[in-house]
């Protein structure tokens, strides 16, 4: 018999003792013993739930426990989440999570605080939901070098998009839409703004990096706030979709990671992630681009990756390390976003002349874009490889009404 | 210091050998030694290569030599492949290979073997070439049942309906672009008749049954030689593509797998999976659809999931079984394919009546095709779950002349 114990009993950490409950007999037969929860700790009771009798305020239950060595963190945040993980660490309990604001926040510090203590920090259902991403790129491609990653991690973001570009909404109704669904929150920032896609190619990034940290604070992050109807008509004009991105690159130049909107060509497999599912499409030296797809969120979903990482813990005990510890490097690890080279669809009224784009950009390739809306001039610019996001930027400047800037994948 | 043998020095064997060569720096860091390839065994020499000094024909010189522990197996095939395996085995190395055809046909008795051993029999690779899927599967999904595979797992045939699909061209046509390109065999029966797609759903099969062997050469295997180009018209005007699926499916009545053409709609996200490009998708009960996408084949696309196992066996030695260990089942373990339901387009002349139609399949759900080429008519039969593979064979033989027939996902 193995008992963990589950910190936060919300949707996810509610969807973690369902499953177990759920495939109770396959867990056990493959463990080769039964795999039950033993405490669920909340502040809340929950009267009504199947669960009840497990539910606990009172932490000693938890962290005293010897017979707990695995301990689910579902409390998201990085406030009590992180105190909580610090405290089943120290004393040798593995915790597996869904946080992806304490990964990517603290996971330095949580890593090591786990190797010092013989035990794991595992994450999995940190990025891409249920669908399996950190463990088949650590492990079974760990013989390439990442050389990218281009992920639809956030599904808020997605559905607000695939929403747009087929029923013609603008962002708020679509937005209202998608609250009404439960697919966004009241307060959407984090996911419109790009927050959780950021912190998402944060700890991708880190990984590809063998460990070296990558802040989620400090990269260049666009939303899809600004995304109009207009945007939307342009792309499918384009035979295109407009994805929020998370991106890393590592190349001849170094390592970039950014999140903003992207024009994807329709025939692009990354476009066909439509709604709330994500896709993350990972190139390596040696196996070129595999993509993996699926449910980035949801009760169910989430919980699968959490399980299959408690199963995982419970198989090899501290022996199986999750990925390469983190730490913190003594040189940049990324190289300014600056020097990155980009491609962008440009939207401008039509009063400005050929001459003007010249002047705002020079010796950047420039393309009248295959369609025009009335009364705009668009262009794709950078397409041979010759703009940047500092030359982007300067560039912007010189126009007074600028109407869209789309990055091109 | 790590070393390896390379038993048969073909596509696959050298490119392990290459992308060894090429990650070398990065493996060795994350190993924390070096991985060296000590000896490659293949008759014949290889006097322009790079790795040249390494091969030779003596398998003493592999086979007795302890500081080889793990060994690749690239030969390929049933029986010098089998030979060699069984001979590494009983000496505790383990074996890691890309041969699906041994694979499927002698798994039991080699991870049976490796397990008497102390040893392992590694095999991600036989299944979707670079694609991560059955450690994901395995592990990443261990607490889901396993509901449904549906795979594109043949590139050659992949590509060759591909080509007929975006060219127009016919299926001997396609074959030998095929062929040309060096996508295809000379002799291609083993991927056209569908016997590669069956020995990999078999192998998925039995993974998802928690290691009860699922025998290739008993599934209902039909290959993509009797597709057409009408057939290709029909699947454009019903918005969707020919796919050669190979399938498992889990449910209340029991598993099933099989291997056949099938019509899969274009929005489906198993339609973005285009030429050589291979794509899995697995439903669990927990984690919904997830679905994996890749190079399916090709020199380092294979090779960097022979790399992945590689260094997962040498991080782990033997402790970390790679799946559940194989084994006879007393029960049979697939339900007859004949109780399969199944929906089809059946293409008949236009000279069959609807009541000839009503007589063959009796009480079965049949709807006009949204399409009729000149000359025929076109159903969907079995939408409602109503039809079976049973069913369907014994109402096909009231017809002479039956145009087509294709299974509908």
């Not at 962290?63 to 060595?69: K, L, R, V």
């Not at 994450?123 to 991403?133: D, K, L, M, N, S």
């Given at each position: 018999m193995k008992s963990i114990a589950i910190l936060g009993f919300g949707v996810v950490g509610c969807g973690v003792a369902e499953v177990i409950e759920m495939n109770k007999e396959r867990i056990a037969s493959r463990l080769g013993e039964e795999l039950r929860v033993k405490k669920i700790l909340d502040i809340r009771e929950f009267p009504d739930s199947p669960f009840a009798s497990l539910v606990t305020n009172k932490k000693e239950e938890v962290?005293?426990?010897?017979?707990?060595?695995v301990v689910v963190e579902t409390i998201g945040g990085a406030r009590i989440a992180y105190e909580y993980t610090k405290m089943a660490l120290s004393s040798g309990k593995t915790v597996v999570t869904s946080n992806k604001e304490l990964v990517s926040t603290h996971g330095v510090e949580l890593m090591q605080l786990a190797h010092a203590n013989h035990c794991n920090y595992i994450?999995?259902?940190?990025?891409?939901?249920?669908?399996?991403?950190i463990r088949p790129m650590h492990r079974c491609l760990a013989g390439n070098k990442v050389e990218r990653i281009a992920g639809i991690v956030n599904g808020t973001t997605n559905y607000i998009l695939s929403q747009m570009a087929e029923n013609g909404s603008d962002f708020d109704a679509a937005l209202k839409e998608a609250q009404s669904m439960g697919y966004a929150e009241q307060n959407p920032s984090a996911d419109v703004d790009g927050i959780d896609a950021q912190r998402k190619i944060a700890i991708l990034s880190t990984i590809a990096l063998d460990g070296a940290y990558v802040d989620p604070t400090k990269l260049f992050t666009v939303g899809i706030t600004a995304i109009t109807t207009k945007d939307m008509e342009y792309a499918k004009e384009m035979n295109a979709s407009i994805k929020l991105l998370a991106i890393f690159e590592n190349g001849e130049n170094g390592a970039f990671a950014y999140v903003a909107p992207h024009l994807v060509s329709k025939s692009h497999p990354l476009a066909c992630a439509n709604d709330v599912f994500n896709a993350i499409m990972v190139t390596g030296n040696a196996v070129g681009d595999v993509m993996f797809y699926g449910q980035g969120a949801g009760k169910l979903a989430t919980a699968s990756a959490v399980v299959g990482d408690v199963m995982d813990a419970i198989e090899h005990q501290s022996r199986n390390a999750h990925v390469a510890p983190w730490y913190e490097s003594e040189t940049p690890v990324l190289v300014p976003i600056e020097e990155h080279r980009v491609s962008v669809l440009l939207r401008l009224p039509d009063s400005v002349s050929d001459e003007q784009i010249e002047e705002a950009f020079p010796e950047i390739s420039c393309q009248p874009c295959v369609y025009e809306a009335e009364g705009e001039k668009a262009v794709i610019l950078g397409k041979d490889g010759d703009l940047n996001e500092a030359k982007l930027a300067i560039g912007l400047q010189s126009f007074d009404n600028v109407l869209s800037v789309i990055r091109i994948f």
């Open positions: 962290f005293d426990d010897p017979e707990i060595t994450f999995e259902a940190a990025v891409g939901g249920g669908i399996p991403i």
